[in-house]
């Protein structure tokens, strides 16, 4: 088993910043794909952004491309997703997820692909 926490989420003005941290401990999180996923209220939950295991492979939404920015520390076994100049519609609650192939270098889209969730945290962008 894989356990992640999110943290980061907070209130900001459209423009701003925040930087979202996923903490994952139990199973090796480093060889798995990580992902960045949201829901808005009344809405799906969506894909954001994936990195593979290395961090070699990211994919974005293409709504965050340029703005957003996934990246991954395995040796503290934290993953990260920075966002940049932020929108209203940007807010949601975020989830981190972990999953796939053990070191296969792939990258998911999909949320059925990832095995492990976090909790969530909220983002919220005011005009």
């Known amino acids: 088993q894989v356990q992640l926490v999110e943290s980061g989420g907070g209130l900001v003005q459209a423009g701003g910043s925040l930087r979202l941290s996923c903490a994952a401990s139990g199973r090796t999180f480093s060889g798995y794909a990580m992902g960045w996923f949201r829901q808005a209220p009344g809405k799906e939950r969506e894909f954001v952004a994936t990195?593979?295991?290395?961090?070699?492979?990211?994919y974005y939404k293409d709504s965050v491309k340029g703005r957003f920015a996934i990246s991954r520390d395995n040796a503290k076994n934290t993953g990260y997703l920075r966002m940049n100049s932020l929108k209203p519609e940007d807010t949601a609650v975020y989830y981190c997820?972990?999953?796939?192939?053990?070191?296969?270098?792939?990258?998911?889209?999909?949320?059925?692909?990832?095995?492990?969730w976090g909790q969530g945290t909220q983002v919220t962008v005011s005009s």
């Open positions: 997820a972990a999953g796939g192939r053990s070191y296969s270098g792939a990258y998911y889209t999909q949320d059925y692909e990832y095995n492990y």
């Open positions: 990195i593979s295991w290395s961090g070699r492979s990211t």
